[in-house]
């Protein structure tokens, strides 16, 4: 259209004009034309000249959903309160200097920001680096925290699997000096806990070690410069068969087939505190100085879960690998076995839900003296979770509420805004969460059909009639019963009913 071609050269002009540092009385007089040739090509097409989209890998979340993932969020909150942790946050951008070479090959996935007067800038990747970066800034050497937050990936997203560019992540540490495999031990038990508590059907906890990965890698004759890119193919045991794991190790990354099959042999290897044994007797990895430190270790932390009655739920993996580099101990990813509903493809795509480990060396990468302090830790997949639990709401078709209110403050005849307002302002201010229609005099019938659309248990009537009795009528939706309340009497009584303290 010849309107869109004039309005393409303006744009151009005014480019130009700024490029060549026109004078900007100049420049104003060609922007304001610009803008008026495109209000006019707006007016008559009467639409608008963009799509209206969230970016690539990332989404809105409107009530409904906002309501599940709430819920979700006190869960997993109350149980690290319950573990005795202290929250934390950090910026959402670090200096990318604090991100770069701490996640291996999973760095290329890191958003870059432009240069912000004179410092190069990237959003974090997770909580983790932050997390070492607060320790070694603030010189502390024991705590144990949560951190909820939203992280940053420049991943290839795959929304339905709860894979997105920008996500939640709930993460709880445990940093400081202690003897072996105790806080490992509860932040297993923090896995389970949270992962019973949402009832996302069953699940297993896998655990291994990097130390015993590294001790087998050194007995199976992996060169030592190429144990990192080893473990991040082993890394994907859990999703490709173990033949094609085995080309990309000899392939790709010129691993020997003798040394290749070796490592085969343990990886397809899990079980409980018998394969520990096992592998404790192995006659080389019992030589290898790593693995028996890891081993011993593992059978330490076996014992401490069993002590903690979940050893039902976790299996010692030894393909279970963690592509992060700052892992240097136990690791852990927590998988659901199988979904209730039908379509079972999709469920068994969820992949991991939570994972973690020990990381003892990332704050000494930060502190000028090198100090180390020892962190272990755990991840809680929220989106991945969040995914499940929507998809089952939607099959369920349960109603799920929006809204907390108690109470809806009703009138039966005209005429009554006034005393409805001195109502619901009493029970503001009293701390009961009441709601009342935008409308002067609404009917009855409209505001008992609103308390059924968005499930607000009680309603609280004032009439001619019991304004002179000095009373107000409560009635349950649900039931329809009613009951006359004494004016002083009904935020004790609301609060009963809806069990408030």
């Known amino acids: 259209m010849a309107e869109e071609a004039a309005v393409r050269e303006q744009a151009e002009t005014v480019r130009r004009l700024k490029q060549d540092k026109a004078d900007p009385d100049e420049i104003a007089k060609e922007v304001a034309k610009l803008l008026e040739m495109k209000a006019q090509l707006g007016g008559d097409e009467g639409k608008p000249k963009f799509v209206l989209k969230t970016p690539k890998g990332t989404r809105d979340y409107g009530p409904k959903q906002m309501a599940i993932r709430e819920r979700v969020f006190s869960a997993i909150i109350s149980c690290f309160k319950r573990h005795g942790a202290e929250v934390i946050d950090t910026p959402v951008f670090e200096l990318k200097e604090t991100l770069t070479g701490k996640y291996g090959e999973d760095s290329k996935l890191i958003y870059d920001l432009k240069d912000q007067g004179g410092e190069l800038l990237s959003l974090r990747y997770d909580l983790t680096v932050p997390f070492a970066r607060y320790l070694a800034m603030n010189k502390i050497t024991n705590i144990k925290r949560y951190h909820i937050a939203k992280v940053y990936r420049r991943d290839n997203p795959a929304m339905t699997r709860g894979r997105y560019r920008e ?20 932040c297993l038990k923090i896995v389970h806990e949270i992962l019973s508590d949402l009832q996302l059907g069953d699940f297993v906890i896998k655990v291994n070690d990097r130390r015993i990965l590294d001790g087998m890698f050194a007995v199976c004759g992996v060169p030592d410069s190429k144990f990192r890119t080893i473990c991040s193919s ?22 020997s087939p003798e040394a290749a099959d070796r490592i085969g042999e343990y990886v397809q290897l899990h079980g409980g505190l018998d394969l520990i044994e096992q592998l404790l007797q192995d006659p080389k990895l019992s030589q290898n100085k ?66 973690g480990g020990r990381y003892d060396g990332l704050v000494g990468m930060f502190d000028p003296k090198g100090r180390k302090v020892p962190c272990v830790g755990v991840s809680i997949g929220i989106e991945r979770i969040f995914s499940i639990l929507e998809q089952r709401l939607e099959a369920s078709e349960e109603k799920i509420r929006t809204t907390e209110t108690q109470v809806l403050v009703a009138s039966a005849q005209k005429k009554l805004l006034e005393e409805r307002l001195k ?34 248990p009680l309603v609280a009537i004032v009439g001619e009639q019991e304004l002179k009795d000095g009373v107000v009528k409560l009635r349950v939706v649900a039931t329809r019963e009613e009951v006359n309340i004494r004016r002083e009497s009904l935020v004790e009584e609301i609060r009963t009913r809806t069990n408030q303290p």
């Open 167 to 186: 996500f939640y992540q709930c993460d709880f540490d445990i940093a400081g000096q202690f003897d072996p495999m105790i806080p490992d031990a509860e």
């Open 290 to 355: 790593l693995a028996k430190e890891g081993l011993g270790d593992m059978k330490l932390l076996f014992e401490y879960l069993t002590l903690f009655g979940i050893t039902g739920k976790i299996s010692f993996d030894l393909s279970l690998a963690r592509g992060l580099d700052y892992y240097t101990g136990v690791i852990f990813e927590a998988v659901l076995l199988q979904q209730e509903n039908e379509h079972v493809e999709d469920t068994v795509s969820v992949g991991s839900v939570a994972g």
């Open 423 to 456: 109502l619901i302002s009493e029970l503001w201010d009293a701390g009961i969460k009441a709601e009342m229609l935008y409308k002067k005099n609404p009917k009855l019938l409209n505001q008992l059909q609103y308390c059924e659309d968005t499930g607000i």
């Open 234 to 255: 082993v890394d994907k045991l859990d999703k490709v068969p173990w033949e094609e794991v085995r080309s990309e190790m000899v392939g790709e990354k010129g691993l």
